[in-house]
């Protein structure tokens, strides 16, 4: 059950070569709650639960114990006429679950498209694309806690969903395994399309797609995704490596006096605006520039890469060397979307 010395290489989307000081893999609950009540938990220094490793940089061995979550299984629960309940448990792979929900013809979900990971992590960086976060559709999700050893129920405004954040990144952060999550998808019919976003309308309009669909809406998102990011299984990355920096209204305005054409976004927060961090980034001329052997991504100055011998150090030490160019140039500090350990 438990295996020492594990190699994680495999297992995150870096490809960084690191070993964890124990490994273990749960199937099930009860699985889960056999490792909680062993000695082998009991004494472990430091606890990871493991997902699809896609948002994850490890800059060493991990001196604990990760448990790998492989917990599976999907149910759907009518609601009425207009909505439809999904249960999902947090082994499931994202994308197979969008898709899952995309053939049942159940709207909300389709534009998250094409992220990797499992379900289990969603919640916990309340992940986003193109115009839709997990917040708008999670209704609830169920947790083991590590504190009591039993499953409690979390109710989506239970979560503090911000951008990029919640309370499993903050006060709650190594509380709780995550192991099933529920969403409210609307039904065919029902489902107001979201193609507002990026390139979504141009995609589908090349697509030559007049009355998209839920399935049309998930394709252009794939193909936009499939151009735009590096695939983790060819070149090592976690996507986004640092979120985009929210600034004071004044901020933004003092900027665009000297860049103009800069983009800026709206911001949940009516006093701040959202800045492009890939934009800040190529302008202090990153793009497509190597430091050691990391490097960042020459169509997207956002994603940091291991093109094939990078260490996580070097990884971390590229997104340092960046975060100090772009504090710099602009004074606008740029904080990571990856958990680096
Ligand atoms: C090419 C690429 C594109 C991406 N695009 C996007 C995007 O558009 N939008 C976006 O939001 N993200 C994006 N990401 C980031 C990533 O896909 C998400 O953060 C995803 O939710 C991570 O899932 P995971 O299972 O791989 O989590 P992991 O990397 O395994 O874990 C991430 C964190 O969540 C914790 N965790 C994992 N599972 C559980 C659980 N069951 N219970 C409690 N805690 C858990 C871990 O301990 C860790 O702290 C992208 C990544 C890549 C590689």
Known sequence: MFQSNYSLASLNSFGIKAFAKLYVEVRTISELSKVWQSPQYR?????????????????QDFDGLVIHNLIKGTSTKAENDETTLVTASAGENWHHFVMYCVQKQLGGIENLSLIPGTVGAAPVQNIGAYGVEIKDVM????????QTGKIVTIQKEECAFGYRDSIF??????????????????????????????????????????????ADISQAVIHIRS?????????????????????????????????PKMPFYDSPIAS??????????????WKGKNLGNAAVHNLQALVLT????????????????????????????????????
């Not at 209704?139 to 590590?146: G, P, Q, R, T």
Request: hydrophobic share 45%.
């Open 43 to 59: 004494t472990a220094k430091n606890v990871l639960v493991l997902g699809g490793g896609s948002n994850l940089l490890f800059t």
């Open 227 to 259: 151009v735009k990011l590096p695939d983790p299984k060819v070149i090592g990355n976690a996507g986004s490596f640092f979120k985009n920096p929210e600034v004071l209204q004044e901020k933004c305005d003092e900027m665009l006096k000297v860049y």
């Open 169 to 214: 990144k903050r006060f709650a952060k190594g509380q709780y395994f995550i192991t099933a999550v529920t969403f409210r998808l609307q039904n065919v019919g029902y489902h107001k399309l979201n193609v507002s976003y990026g390139a979504i309308a141009q995609v589908l309009q090349e697509m030559q797609v007049v009355n998209p669909t839920i």
């Open 306 to 341: 291991n093109p094939g011998n990078a260490t996580g150090k070097e990884i971390k030490e590229l997104a340092i060397a960046i975060q100090q160019s772009v504090w710099k140039k602009f004074g606008v500090t740029l904080e990571t979307e990856v958990n680096i350990l």
């Open 272 to 285: 701040h605006k959202k800045l492009a961090a890939g934009w800040l980034i190529e302008q202090c001329g």
């Open 139 to 146: 209704v609830s999700l169920e947790a083991f806690d590590f």
